[in-house]
């Protein structure tokens, strides 16, 4: 239920105007959606701002074991997601709650 409900939420981000850009579904992936109908499709979408890979090889550098290693890249994702992707998540929450209601 969790899976349809954010497949459901990520269909209605990309089909929304006020954040859409025109043209950001490939044709490959509007070929597919269109043959597919109303059954479920998995999409990844790749956001523009991306981590800059000097940061996460700085983070690297300052660590030997990769416990600590793994746990500070980690953070740092989170980070960043959290900064840059805040948006998003507040249009997502905002959908989640909208479809929660509903269902």
Do not use: P, W
Request: net charge positive; glycine share 2%; proline share 0%.
């Amino acid at each position: 239920m969790k899976r349809f409900v954010f497949t459901l939420i990520i269909a209605l981000f990309l089909c929304n105007n006020g954040f859409a850009q025109t043209n950001v579904i490939e044709a490959e992936l509007q070929e597919v959606l269109n043959e597919k109908g109303d059954e479920m499709v998995s999409v990844n979408i790749i956001l523009k701002a991306q981590i800059e890979t000097e940061q996460l090889n700085l983070i690297a550098s300052k660590h030997s074991d990769k416990k600590s290693l793994r746990e500070s890249v980690i953070n740092e994702l989170k980070t960043y997601s959290a900064k840059k992707q805040q948006d998003i998540s507040l249009f997502y929450k905002q959908r989640k709650a909208l479809i929660v209601s509903l269902i």
